[in-house]
DNA sequence: GCGAACTGTGTGCGGCATACGCTGAGAGCG
DNA sequence: CGCTCTCAGCGTATGCCGCACACAGTTCGC
């Protein structure tokens, strides 16, 4: 699917890497990129990424739409031209000493990098993703944050994974709870759900649904994080989760050590892969 | 966005749980909501989400495309109808006692409902996704998980909210690097990234891209899931990270069992958010 | 200077979601 | 028992979309 030059790298890779051979003969271009991509992101800013067609991209750089297929191969391809740009961190950041520390603070980078350009989770994600200069450099930043963590280098490689997929799983949420507010926000509206979300039914979760109009809204998993009076808690999940994830690091380094002291403690990595 | 009754619930809601006054009046129908979406899922699975178009479904039925819009009043409704359909849990599901065994069994249970319908993902998922029956089931069953850990109500949805996520999270990052193969197989796509991914300057990840070509591919974060001679791991990642998530859970626990005892310990709330 | 390489344009195709008016079926009421 | 009104499914049409392709004009290497 993804197009790929005769390198074996998709050329969007290429592209984003500046390893483009520009031609030499012919008319100077007119169009770059650089001006192309930047022209999609205010699109997508302005209007969402719905409003990014090609037609709509050209229009804004006063070109015809297939003049943009000199430079970009295909929709896709601009896509993740867009996707990497939108994932750029400040230059330079610098991120405080132990990994305890600077963990969170690169998980909040991500999160605002996620934040600034929420439309950047519509676009599907490939191999080619990583292979992107934004995605490596964030990743080399996380794995820095975690330099003087003792547990091997895969497992880092993990929990990378995890609190970026944790990050971006929240912005999305946070996206689609706030968009034209909350639902089921009328007496009827409630009243329905309450008919058919009954405590005998759904033992566990009703309360949550019939308490003072409190509403659970979801983000994909099927789950509700709970509404404070207008106010959302993605904030707040976020920050539970990735502080369950520091103190299992804990839990795990504490085991790792005393194990190296042949003092055996319960396993926390015996839970594993269910 | 989302087109609402005048009950303030989305239509879909109110379709999924069955409360659609069906017309008395006039020529019996042909058709159904439930046809429908089968037939979508059907397609769905067979040729991924972008083989769903309204003529698509309407031929598989052979009927025409309007005739669609007669149960489905914009392809979105028919997209959330869609998803919550490919996120219900086999029913009458049971999970062992102990939410130490409880939470793995169920992550694993929305993992499989994932695996099961991964173009399920695709579907953006708004407010509504919640308010579905398949929804509100799984996080009733979350709870119930979690019924006999003892934090308060809150955290508990955002244990399920997170490790969903993550499972959702993992699925789709299987997908997109299961569709395929590896990317820059190629010597010279390798040689042309290592000279740009260099020691120098991303001295903290060069190793992973160079190392035995062994590559790393991303999921969206920007970081790379580290490939075992071909076999993924994102088993492996989903893992550590419900492993560590539970360690945490313990070790908030006991904490919060010192607290109580006045004898404070270290503070794993302290990483919180950022 | 001449030809090859290259740029941006115009036109057009097939596919998409969806609006609207029509016909005739069938149910409920009288 | 038959009238009438509701509603199901159809045909047609509109306006987007991504993209293929041939063409005309431009600029550099030789």
């Not at 030499?24 to 999609?40: D, F, M, T, W, Y």
């Not at 740009?85 to 132990?98: D, N, Q, V």
């Not at 605002?112 to 989770?121: E, I």
């Not at 999305?172 to 979300?197: D, H, Q, R, Y």
């Given at each position: 699917m993804a197009e790929s030059t005769e390198t074996g790298l998709p050329r969007a890779v290429m592209i984003a890497w500046?390893m483009e051979k ?51 191969s295909?929709?896709e391809e601009?896509?993740l ?45 490939g191999q080619a993703s990583v292979l992107m200069?934004?995605?490596v ?138």
């Open positions: 500046g520009t031609p030499q003969r012919g008319p100077s271009r007119g169009l770059s990129h650089e001006r192309i991509v930047g022209a999609a992101i205010d699109l997508a800013d302005a209007e969402g990424l719905t409003a990014v067609t090609m037609q709509g991209v050209a229009k804004a750089l006063g070109f015809t739409t297939m003049s943009l297929y000199r430079y970009v295909s929709k601009l896509l031209l867009m996707q990497d740009a939108a994932f750029a961190l400040p230059e330079r950041s610098t991120l405080p000493t132990g990994w305890r520390a600077a963990l969170p603070a690169w998980a909040e980078l991500i999160r605002a990098a996620y934040r600034s350009h929420p439309w950047a989770l519509e676009i599907p994600r200069p934004n995605s450099w964030a990743a080399d930043l996380g794995m820095a944050a975690l330099a003087d963590l003792d547990i091997d280098q895969e497992s880092k490689v993990g929990v990378i994974l995890v609190i970026s997929q944790l990050a971006a799983s929240m912005v999305e949420l946070e996206g689609s709870l706030a968009e034209e507010g909350l639902v089921s926000t009328t007496p009827e509206g409630t009243g329905l759900l309450a008919e058919v979300i009954t405590p005998e039914r759904f033992p566990h979760i009703a309360d949550l649904f019939a308490a003072n109009s409190r509403v659970g809204a979801d983000g994909g998993a099927g789950f509700a994080p709970v509404i404070d009076g207008g106010t959302l808690e993605v904030d707040g999940e976020f920050g539970l989760g990735l502080s369950l994830l520091i103190a299992g690091l804990e839990a795990l380094q504490r085991s790792a050590a005393r194990e190296t002291e042949q003092v055996p403690d319960q396993d926390v990595e015996g839970t594993g892969p269910v």
